[in-house]
């Protein structure tokens, strides 16, 4: 894989790129396996979010999630009902809470990226607190990700300044770096997250379970230490 425009290199650390969206339950249940299988590993990373919009021409007033998924890939009430119990539990073992509810909507998901995008430029550490926030607010709190207070209040949760906040989501000022950024990853080929990126090289997509994740990073590491002896 190319070089992402926002990445870094360590000598000991694996760089992990993750395209994702904030809407998406399998890139937070990935993510969680992920850090879970580096962390039974003893090998660090380093995670960078990238943008990518599972829904770009979802309206102002979002869809019910339920008959989303049903008009989007044909599920029936039964199986998107088995899929939440399912995802439920995956989150609760992973330590991460999932409160599905029939009236939970789909929501438009731009605004969200250029929040995680303004915090990422003040740091790589500050970008990936936001965007845990955002997948608790969506996830666990149910809120409107669209919404401009409620992004605003999420981001005055984790220290910033509110009205800072929702100057830039107003002006849309980081939207064109939102929109470069998806593109170069699709430009890659990634059409369907979560996508994974390891050290710039190896792309593994879909959430792939820790066990399978360790492999992943013990090769990288592996690898690593081949052509760094």
Not at 191 to 218: C, D, H, I, K, W
């Amino acid at each position: 894989m190319p070089t992402s425009p926002d990445s870094h290199d360590s000598d000991t650390t694996i760089t992990v790129d993750i395209v994702s969206d904030v809407v998406c339950p399998w890139c937070i249940i990935g993510y969680r396996q992920l850090a879970e299988a580096a962390r039974q590993s003893g090998i660090d990373i380093e995670v960078h979010w990238h943008p990518f919009e599972l829904n770009p021409q979802m309206g102002e007033e979002g869809e019910n999630l339920r008959e989303h998924i049903a008009a989007k890939y044909g599920t029936s009430d039964e199986d998107s009902r088995s899929a939440r119990e399912r995802l439920t539990q995956m989150g609760a073992d992973l330590g991460f809470t999932f409160n599905y509810a029939d009236d939970m909507r789909m929501v438009n998901t731009f605004r969200a990226h250029q929040l995680i995008d303004w915090a990422e430029q003040r740091s790589p550490d500050e970008g990936h607190r936001m965007k845990q926030a955002l997948f608790s607010a969506f996830f666990t709190e149910r809120r409107d990700l669209h919404r401009i207070d409620v992004l605003a209040d999420v981001a005055a949760s984790l220290g910033h300044d509110r009205d800072e906040v929702v100057a830039m989501l107003e002006s849309g000022e980081r939207g064109e770096s939102v929109r470069q950024r998806q593109a170069f990853w699709q430009q890659q080929g990634i059409s369907g997250v979560p996508a994974m990126v390891f050290n710039r090289r190896y792309l593994v997509t879909g959430a792939q379970g820790v066990e399978n994740y360790q492999e992943v990073l013990a090769q990288v590491a592996a690898e690593r230490a081949e052509v760094t002896s």
